[in-house]
């Protein structure tokens, strides 16, 4: 990159995020803007305080996503389509864009659903486990042991929201544990371990446990993109380590996971945060735990982003 850009880029980087060159642009200048806001953020509290918005919206909704609470608190409109656009691109961008959003509105509705089927197991974790030990345990011995012993034909069967319901009101302690629930019961889990317990290293532990076991179903359906959103936030907000967000950037990479608009948007945040950081003494944390290259590696993997699933 040559001086007089990289100089521009360090001046206004959400304009870098709100210029890419995308079939639905105006949805990622919307987001951009939305993580960028008016002005530039001058402390970690401050910093802090945008992720405790999620920590909440998290506990509230169960899970994170563009809720109407979401898109009141960071002004996220609508998509809309380049007004540029001739006719029949217009009309054929506008439907591309309807369609992913819809896809990521129903995987969200889909999601609380699962939640909802699972609220005696969720409400046995709240209540029942008190330390991140225990929390450990359950997440071991009830969730990831209950998969890899379950039938191959069982855990890769679509269960109905009816037949998680039973199981968990059954026994709250040991829910039924499949492709579909696995991830759900992951992220709530270490959510916990992390918010609830200040445990981030637990956390740490068990997702790289999962990476390890030489179960690929474990991994595939274990770790989707929605434990991984969770995993980038959690990484951002407990830790501001941005060398374990360059990690994981590379690990959706290399193993094909698809990012939605939350990896969009998290990482968004991750690249306006580091590169309007202007003074030494809060620039220090991204110089122990980072070094330039990382920023660049964020910034490349939002720019390359080019469909959303």
């Given at each position: 990159?040559?001086?007089?850009?990289?100089?521009?880029?360090?001046?206004?980087p959400a304009k870098f995020l709100s210029q890419l060159k995308l079939p639905y642009?105006?949805?990622?200048?919307?987001?951009?803007?939305?993580?960028?806001?008016?002005?530039?953020?001058?402390?970690?509290?401050?910093?802090?305080?945008?992720?405790?918005?999620?920590?909440?919206?998290?506990?509230?909704?169960?899970?994170?996503?563009?809720?109407?609470?979401?898109?009141?608190?960071?002004?996220?409109?609508?998509?809309?389509?380049?007004?540029?656009?001739?006719?029949?691109?217009?009309?054929?961008?506008?439907?591309?864009?309807?369609?992913?959003?819809?896809?990521?509105?129903?995987?969200?509705?889909?999601?609380?659903?699962?939640?909802?089927?699972?609220?005696?197991?969720?409400?046995?974790?709240?209540?029942?486990?008190?330390?991140?030990?225990?929390?450990?345990?359950?997440?071991?011995?009830?969730?990831?042991?209950?998969?890899?012993?379950?039938?191959?034909?069982?855990?890769?069967?679509?269960?109905?929201?009816?037949?998680?319901?039973?199981?968990?009101?059954?026994?709250?302690?040991?829910?039924?544990?499949?492709?579909?629930?696995?991830?759900?019961?992951?992220?709530?889990?270490?959510?916990?371990?992390?918010?609830?317990?200040?445990?981030?290293?637990?956390?740490?532990?068990?997702?790289?446990?999962?990476?390890?076991?030489?179960?690929?179903?474990?991994?595939?359906?274990?770790?989707?993109?929605?434990?991984?959103?969770?995993?980038?936030?959690?990484i951002w907000s407990k830790t501001e380590n941005l060398q374990l967000i360059s990690?994981?950037?590379?690990?959706?990479?290399?193993?094909?996971?698809?990012?939605?608009?939350?990896?969009?948007?998290?990482?968004?945040?991750?690249?306006?945060?580091?590169?309007?950081?202007?003074?030494?003494?809060?620039?220090?944390?991204?110089?122990?735990?980072?070094?330039?290259?990382?920023?660049?590696?964020?910034?490349?993997?939002?720019?390359?982003?080019?469909?959303?699933?």
């Amino acid at each position: 990159m040559g001086s007089q850009s990289a100089h521009d880029e360090a001046s206004d980087p959400a304009k870098f995020l709100s210029q890419l060159k995308l079939p639905y642009q105006d949805f990622y200048k919307d987001f951009s803007d939305s993580v960028s806001g008016k002005g530039q953020m001058t402390s970690f509290e401050e910093q802090k305080s945008f992720h405790k918005i999620f920590n909440y919206l998290k506990n509230e909704h169960g899970s994170i996503g563009i809720t109407d609470t979401v898109k009141k608190i960071t002004g996220f409109s609508d998509l809309t389509v380049n007004q540029l656009l001739g006719n029949e691109e217009s009309r054929l961008a506008s439907e591309k864009s309807s369609a992913i959003k819809k896809r990521f509105d129903d995987k969200l509705k889909h999601n609380r659903e699962i939640m909802e089927s699972l609220l005696p197991t969720l409400e046995y974790i709240n209540n029942e486990i008190n330390d991140s030990e225990q929390l450990s345990e359950f997440v071991r011995s009830e969730v990831l042991e209950r998969f890899l012993q379950a039938d191959k034909s069982e855990l890769l069967k679509k269960h109905s929201l009816s037949e998680i319901s039973k199981k968990s009101m059954e026994d709250a302690s040991k829910p039924l544990v499949d492709k579909e629930t696995l991830p759900i019961l992951l992220r709530f889990c270490l959510n916990s371990m992390t918010n609830d317990f200040n445990s981030f290293d637990e956390t740490m532990l068990i997702i790289n446990y999962i990476k390890r076991h030489q179960s690929i179903e474990l991994y595939e359906f274990g770790l989707n993109i929605d434990v991984y959103n969770s995993l980038l936030e959690q990484i951002w907000s407990k830790t501001e380590n941005l060398q374990l967000i360059s990690a994981v950037v590379d690990e959706l990479k290399v193993n094909a996971i698809q990012p939605d608009m939350m990896t969009y948007k998290i990482l968004a945040q991750v690249y306006l945060t580091c590169m309007r950081i202007k003074d030494e003494v809060k620039a220090e944390p991204y110089l122990l735990w980072g070094e330039s290259g990382d920023i660049y590696k964020v910034k490349d993997f939002i720019g390359g982003i080019k469909t959303i699933h």
